[in-house]
């Protein structure tokens, strides 16, 4: 059982990667609302939001030893396997048509099957105010890149495309973005 201290998230994916089924179900309750939100945001569908956020807690639990050897911070690591599974997902629709028409199963999915409880809405909302805090003090160009790939679910490739910029140039600006996010989340958090 887990210590009554809460344990930060290196730690929890420490004890994921050794097979601590506790470990992986705080992290869920941590994180699963913030990745539902961002799937929902690229996919624009509460069903494929819903599997998205299984399928990357999947990947945490199957992959947690992977976690270990980057030695990175957790958030950028889980949010990049959604992100992943958004952007697969967006690729799978433009293979195949999404629904026959006259199909309203879309509309049963999309009632709420329940209210959040208010520590999970305050805590979702610090973590938002927390992420819109470091966005808002990146420079534009690095802003834009990292909207356009996390919020639209757009490659590296295509945002070169999109803006008319180098790959390269692209390439540099999420990194930097990312490195800087890094740290003002962490400044902002009280870290």
Known sequence: MLATEPLNDEA?????????????DLLYHRYA?????LALRILANPQHAEDVVQETFWRV?????TFQITGGSFPPWLFGIARNHCIDELRRRQARP????????DILLAIPDGQPGVDDLTWEGERRRLIIS??????????????????????QREIAERLNNPLGTVKTRVRLALQKLKGLLE????E
């Open 33 to 37: 609302r913030v990745v539902y939100g």
């Open 134 to 155: 470091a966005l808002a003090d990146l420079p534009d160009d690095q802003r834009e890149v990292i909207e356009l790939a996390y919020f639209n679910g757009l490659s």
């Open 187 to 190: 400044h902002l958090n009280g």
């Open 98 to 105: 999404a629904t026959r028409p006259g199909d309203d199963s």
């Open 12 to 24: 929890l994916m420490a004890r994921v990667a050794g097979g601590d089924t506790d470990a992986l």
């Open 61 to 65: 639990w199957s992959r947690g030893a």
